[in-house]
């Protein structure tokens, strides 16, 4: 099952991400930096999320991961 990797930490919060698929992302309002909806903390690093989702749901995503400046954002299957 395709995946969502996100590395939180280097975030500059520039909203890209949320544009491409915003049922996925969302801009913090405590930090400014985005945040992946319904993902879970990798257990060896913290500032890392990860979220499985659906073959469908890979596209719009790439998209993100494609635009983002800051190259914080992989799908990987």
Do not use: T
Request: overall charge positive.
């Amino acid at each position: 099952m395709p995946k969502i990797i996100h590395y939180r930490e280097k975030c500059i919060g520039c909203n890209s991400c949320v544009e491409d698929a915003p049922q996925f992302w969302k801009i913090s309002k405590v930090d400014g930096k985005s945040c992946l909806v319904g993902s879970k903390k990798n257990k060896r690093n913290e500032n890392i999320f990860i979220r499985e989702i659906s073959e469908v749901e890979v596209a719009e995503n790439k998209q993100a991961e494609k635009d983002c400046p800051v190259n914080i954002i992989k799908v990987v299957d």
